[in-house]
């Protein structure tokens, strides 16, 4: 069954005329119809145009001009910009909102000739760590239906997981790209802040977000991270680099590699079945030659007190925009003011309202410097820790999320619970640095991710090291029972 295949070997198949783009695309476009209707990961699929993307696809190929993953399907969560296609950001205050603008990624995506098969359910505004804040459906867990396929990218993930993609692009405000990507036994990877341009992505918090790819391997990963990275000019924050390079990928070694294992990432809040896979890896690590360190990294420890400080308020700023006068959502009110503030309280949910109210408070005048001053200060010590690591180590490792997948529903009324389960995430964000996750065991059947951190700007390093690691793990790649 062809949509079992990695984005790679359908690369393969495709420019060697084995298959054909509109066959590839059909296929996954009529799994999606049999299987999504259980799952929940797409809130539009664009048939028509994923179609038509796809005969033009096979031109490239058919011409000689194709780049590596010409013809590969992908499916995009739904806070980016697409030209001519609904974008919600799963929030009825966006419901109908039709961007004129593709952003960046997705410009870059269909000039390499990669069919978009639609757009992926997400927690509103990316503000959630289940995917149960979307305003308009749940989107479950491939491994097990009653759970959760973890936030806020969780359809990306979750489709990339059943075989509804064989890639999928997320964003990572807090782990939002990594900690899905664990629940649902994928591949998923944050580049280093500024290698891939924002430009399109609707903003939540702009110093913490990054673009990231799913996918079933490593491999798939890095292969898009290449096609989706590089310097933009219309993104300030964009870094005046190359794209990342997959070149070297599959070079190197792990003998001789030291990777720091830091005490505060192994915490008393790590589920034991998590703990026991992650053990494992270490061991099965160490008979490569990798050489382990335990090490603590203090400022870790203030990790989330300080991520939920720093995000709301940059979404406070943010969603102002959001106002019921220029697109999406308008309600009836008295004056300028009735109808900002009735738009407002009937377009966003309970969490994103909570975030706002959180980040003006953090703000406001008297506050700012208890608070939002505060964090960054912290935030600033947890990047000299880190950068301190990373002068005597390759890389870090932890688990990427501390539980595996919960039950839906099981933690809605625990708020604090669930922003705990981007404990292990939020330093990578924090520090700019790259991270990814990717399936090192189970427990209770259920899937365990591995997370890796590098230095700042070390992504193809990360990238190598991790496709070493997913050679040595034999249950790194793997299909859930759905597929």
């Not at 296929?27 to 796809?54: C, H, M, N």
């Not at 490569?288 to 870790?300: A, D, L, N, Y």
């Not at 939020?426 to 997370?451: D, E, K, R």
Request: hydrophobic fraction near 40%.
């Amino acid at each position: 069954m062809l949509t079992h295949l990695t984005a790679a070997k359908l690369a393969q198949r495709l420019h060697s005329r084995e298959l054909g783009c509109v066959e590839v695309t059909r296929a996954y476009l009529d799994r999606i119809a049999e299987v999504d209707p259980k799952v929940g990961s797409f809130l539009l699929v664009d048939r028509d145009g994923a179609l038509d993307q796809a005969e033009k696809a096979q031109s490239l190929i058919d011409s000689g001009e194709h780049g590596a993953l010409t013809g590969v399907p992908i499916a995009l969560k739904d806070n980016l910009s697409t030209d001519g296609v609904e974008t919600t950001c799963a929030s009825k205050i966006l419901k109908g909102y039709v961007p004129p603008f593709d952003a960046t990624v997705v410009e870059r995506l269909k000039a390499s000739g990669l069919p978009i098969l639609g757009k992926t359910n997400l927690d509103e505004f990316a503000m959630g760590t289940s995917t149960e804040n979307s305003a308009f459906q749940l989107t479950k867990n491939p491994w097990d239906l009653s759970r959760s396929p973890g936030g806020s990218s969780g359809g990306s993930a979750a489709a990339v997981s059943a075989d509804l993609a064989p890639l999928s692009l997320g964003s990572d405000t807090g782990g939002s790209v990594r900690q899905p990507a664990s629940l649902c036994g994928v591949v998923g990877f944050k580049p280093t802040y500024g290698r891939c341009s924002r430009y399109g992505l609707i903003a939540f918090g702009s110093s913490l977000d990054q673009i990231g790819p799913f996918g079933k391997t490593v491999e798939d990963v890095a292969l898009i991270s290449e096609l989706i990275t590089g310097n933009d000019p219309l993104d300030s924050t964009s870094l005046p680099t190359a794209p990342i390079s997959s070149r070297d990928l599959k070079q190197g070694s792990l003998k001789g590699l030291k990777m720091a294992l830091p005490r505060e990432l192994f915490g008393e809040g790590t589920d034991p079945g998590v703990a026991e896979a992650i053990q494992l890896a270490i061991a099965a690590l160490v008979k490569e030659g990798v050489e382990f360190t335990e090490i603590s990294i203090p400022s870790v420890a203030f990790g989330v007190t300080t991520y939920y400080i720093i995000a709301p308020a940059e979404a406070s700023s943010n969603l102002a925009r959001f106002d019921g006068v220029r697109f999406g959502l308008r309600s009836e009110g008295q004056g300028h003011v009735g109808l900002v503030e009735r738009t407002r309280a009937e377009g966003f949910g309970h969490e994103v309202k909570s975030r706002i109210m959180i980040g003006t408070y953090a703000l406001s005048a008297g506050y700012y410097d208890a608070y939002y001053l505060k964090a960054q200060q912290v935030r600033t010590i947890m990047q000299q820790e880190f950068q301190q690591v990373f002068s005597e180590f390759d890389a870090v490792l932890c688990p990427t999320s501390p539980v595996p997948a919960f039950k839906l529903g099981e933690l809605t009324q625990d708020p604090m619970a669930l922003k705990l389960l981007d404990y292990c995430t939020i330093p990578a964000n924090m520090g700019g640095m790259p991270g990814i996750s990717l399936n090192c065991g189970f427990t209770n059947g259920l899937p365990v991710g591995l997370q890796l951190m590098a230095a700042p700007l070390a992504d193809e390093k990360l990238l190598q090291m991790a496709f070493n690691v997913e050679q040595a793990l034999p249950s790194a790649t793997c299909t859930p029972p759905i597929a």
